[in-house]
């Protein structure tokens, strides 16, 4: 069974980088398709970054430029990497495979 578990989620202040973690079992970041997606309050939840199988990386517009998706497959984790956070970044952020999510986790950016 795929689990999946995200980490590195905290409040930070506009213009600042967090990186999120997600860790994975088994190798599935190196077969299968993996993305990083955000729920903000009130909103639907959306892709923010995805990575495929073979390397290629796909950006939700609102986040080309300062977010970066990436994947150590001898350490089963996930990464992404943000930087010059906004406000309008805060979410609950999670990865996902398939059908199987993380339970997430918070970053808040203050203004």
């Known amino acids: 069974q795929v689990q999946l578990a995200e980490s590195g989620g905290g409040l930070v202040q506009a213009g600042g980088s967090l990186r999120l973690s997600c860790a994975g079992s088994?190798?599935?970041?190196?077969?299968?398709?993996v993305g990083w997606y955000r729920q903000a309050p009130g909103k639907q939840r959306e892709l923010v970054a995805a990575?495929?199988?073979?390397?290629?990386?796909n950006y939700a517009d609102s986040v080309k430029g300062r977010f970066t998706i990436s994947r150590d497959n001898a350490k089963k984790t996930l990464y992404l990497q943000m930087t010059n956070l906004k406000p309008e970044d805060t979410a609950v952020y999670y990865c996902?495979?398939?059908?199987?999510w993380g339970q997430g986790t918070q970053v808040t950016v203050s203004s």
């Open positions: 990575i495929t199988s073979g390397g290629r990386t």
């Open positions: 996902s495979v398939g059908l199987v």
């Open positions: 088994g190798n599935i970041f190196s077969i299968f398709d």
